[in-house]
């Protein structure tokens, strides 16, 4: 009983240091988890099992590459064509990039796509210069949107495909028609809430079509060699996440070996490159690992669970609440533990009814619970991370604001379309 209420105590407490934001939430996360190691509510042989190592060094993994990438100059080439697109219109910029965004996070670690894609966002918005919070939001979404869709997209729908069976195929059938309506949708929102931060007068986006054409993309490139090793080591990555299962390497371990490859290969001094990595959104991670794990290793969050779930009478009924249920509690903890919870309750549901449409429930709430909060996902704390670094902050509170309109609409009109697929 102690532990339980240790377990909550320091839960609470370290959330509302980070939503207080007086405190660095890194600060606050190991805080937290400091006194959870030192009560003994979490064993210290079980810390690497809630640490999540994997995610910890894919981020790293990622970070090591895209740093000294940046070194080469191509994500300011890259971002320069990208606005050559956009013709000066700040609502094809944030088009362009949510659907980018959504498509390759569909396909590829939403956590690798941000840390991508936000350096070139960062530096079109600078061009432009226009708020990014907008932009940054919506390329958030679209990634938890995208990895949606398919079983390799988001590590919840790696972990339900692997307990329940499900294809690759399924999947796409099931979750890809809901990413697909969802994305629409949330960025007509967007467009709704922050249109008119984004108007500009066609004097104004002529000119600033004019300034954008008349960059030089190949004068952006800093380093030719380092350019051409940079797009050879990031394909040679990307492919590699494509057949890892096949090769029977974790993410992460592609991540670090990329990072060493490119360490290698470029010979750029890995001081300068350690010094850029996003250390505090890492011990962020680490601390908050922790603090999430006493909560699953006293089985209070097994209990609330089984609360949930054993109050229904119907699948239908089930579906509603379970997608409820994973949706908010993914915007306030990890949603790698809530699955991992929630897998086996829905398998011995199965004993009394049909629940194959609670897993699609499952993965819906789950992967896009996490757009809630700006803690509800790992590519929510990675693009505020890299934004705060470049002086942009993004508070919890302005997050929330927009985070649950968007959670709330999502996954309705997810369940939605669920719905009508199997009880209409």
Request: glycine share 8%; net charge negative.
């Amino acid at each position: 009983m102690y532990a339980e209420l240790i377990a909550i105590a320091v839960f609470l407490f370290t959330y509302a240091l980070i939503i207080d934001e007086r405190i660095h939430r890194a600060v606050a996360a190991m805080a937290g988890a400091a006194v959870i190691v030192f009560a003994h509510i979490v064993p210290w042989e079980k810390i690497p099992e809630y640490l999540d190592l994997g995610t910890i060094f894919l981020l790293m993994g990622m970070m090591i590459i895209v740093n000294t990438t940046r070194k080469s100059g191509l994500f300011e080439y890259i971002a320069i064509r990208t606005a050559k697109l956009a013709k000066g219109s700040p609502i094809r910029v944030l088009i362009l990039f949510s659907l980018v965004t959504a498509v390759v996070s569909a396909f590829l670690d939403n956590v690798t796509t941000v840390l991508l894609l936000t350096p070139m966002l960062l530096y079109i918005t600078t061009l432009m210069k226009l708020n990014p919070v907008p932009f940054l939001l919506s390329e958030i979404f679209a990634s938890n949107i995208g990895g949606t869709a398919t079983l390799i997209g988001d590590p919840p729908n790696i972990m339900i495909g692997s307990a329940a069976g499900l294809t690759f195929n399924e999947f796409l059938i099931n979750m890809g028609p809901i990413a697909v309506v969802d994305f629409v949708v949330i960025l007509l929102l967007l467009v709704l809430i922050f249109g008119r931060s984004m108007r500009i007068g066609e004097e104004e986006r002529v000119g600033i079509s004019r300034t954008i054409d008349a960059l030089d993309e190949r004068a952006a490139i800093k380093d030719r060699s380092l350019f051409m090793k940079s797009v050879v080591t990031i394909l040679l990555v990307v492919f590699l996440f494509f057949i890892h299962d096949k090769l029977g390497l974790e993410p992460a371990i592609v991540a670090l070996t990329g990072a060493a490859f490119i360490l290698f290969w470029s010979r750029v001094p890995p001081e300068e490159i350690f010094e850029k990595i996003e250390w505090p959104a890492l011990f962020f991670f680490g601390g908050l690992f922790i603090v999430v794990g006493a909560l699953v290793e006293t089985g209070l969050i097994s209990q609330l669970a089984s609360f949930v779930v054993g109050h229904v009478d119907s699948t239908e009924e089930a579906m509603f609440i379970i997608a409820w249920f994973a949706a908010f509690a993914s915007a306030i903890v990890d949603n790698i533990p809530l699955t991992a919870t929630l897998i086996p309750l829905i398998t011995d549901m199965g004993q009394t009814m049909d629940v194959y449409p609670l897993w699609w429930a499952l993965s819906l709430g789950a992967c896009l619970g996490g757009n809630g909060t700006a803690i509800g996902a790992s590519a929510n704390v990675v693009v505020i991370g890299i934004a705060e670094r470049q002086g942009i902050n993004i508070s919890f509170v302005e997050f929330l604001k927009v985070g649950m309109v968007v959670l709330i609409v999502s996954v309705a009109v997810g369940l939605g379309i669920l719905w009508l697929r199997y009880f209409w």
